[in-house]
């Protein structure tokens, strides 16, 4: 499968645990995005990275959320002290800045439940 | 702030009938704006896109039309299938299109047969 791809696709925690997701990219795409989306919702986005350089930060994203790609390829989305209403899809999108490809392909998703 | 919206919110037709949605975004500095397609418990995929110097875009039974002047745009979709029932999210996004998408609240399509 050459798609994007998410782990775990879900997890459940208790209020106040931290968590970590990975997203892997298509390989050739340089950009990379992080989306929340909640029930009957549209996906907000959340941050993105050009190779391992996070570009752009939501104000959605408060300090206990931090994204790092540390080599420009993969990228792990962390969120700490988790509470009920992080409860959410984490979607994860990789696109190629080049060529005009402005194309956005999104993974499965991660469902986070926090009880 | 950058907003869409997105109507309807549930839309129910027959089979063989066209299908509008219509999304209005409040930047007047977007220049990209892509559709997906989400059945549940699945991914959104691409179906199709329309950047700010085309005004329409077909793609087989799928057609995207956008007035810039007015900041809409909207999604057709003709001889209905039930294959077709999903949500369906509007997005908009500005610069060179490589950035963040800004997403309406989605439309839930129900095809009948």
């Known amino acids: 499968d050459t798609g994007v791809s998410q782990n775990p696709r879900h997890k459940i925690t208790k209020r106040g645990q931290n968590v970590t997701f990975r997203c892997d990219p298509i390989?050739?795409?340089?950009?990379l995005y992080w989306y929340r989306q909640t029930l009957g919702q549209g996906p907000e986005f959340l941050t993105y990275f050009q190779n391992e350089a996070q570009l752009e930060k939501s104000r959605l994203l408060s300090d206990r959320f931090s994204a790092e790609r540390p080599k420009g390829s993969f990228s792990t989305l962390e969120i700490q002290r988790t509470e009920q209403g992080d409860s959410a899809m984490y979607l994860c999108?990789?696109?190629?800045?080049?060529?005009?490809?402005?194309?956005?392909?999104f993974g499965p998703g991660t469902r986070l439940t926090v009880t | 702030g950058e907003n869409v919206e997105q109507h309807p919110s549930t839309l129910s037709v027959q089979e063989g009938d066209s299908a509008v949605i219509k999304c209005t975004y409040s930047?007047?500095?977007?220049?990209?704006f892509p559709w997906y397609k989400q059945e549940l418990g699945k991914r959104p995929q691409l179906i199709i896109d329309i950047r700010s110097n085309v005004g329409e875009k077909k793609d087989q039974r799928i057609a995207v039309t956008l007035n810039k002047t007015a900041k809409h745009f909207s999604l057709h979709i003709t001889e209905t299938q039930p294959e077709d029932s999903a949500v369906y999210f509007c997005?908009?996004?500005?610069?060179?299109?490589?950035?963040?998408?800004?997403f309406g609240a989605g439309t839930r399509l129900a095809v009948h047969p």
């Open positions: 390989s050739e795409h340089n950009r």
């Open positions: 999108a990789s696109s190629l800045s080049s060529g005009g490809h402005n194309e956005q392909y």
């Open positions: 930047d007047s500095a977007s220049n990209y």
């Open positions: 997005a908009a996004s500005k610069g060179s299109g490589y950035n963040k998408l800004i």
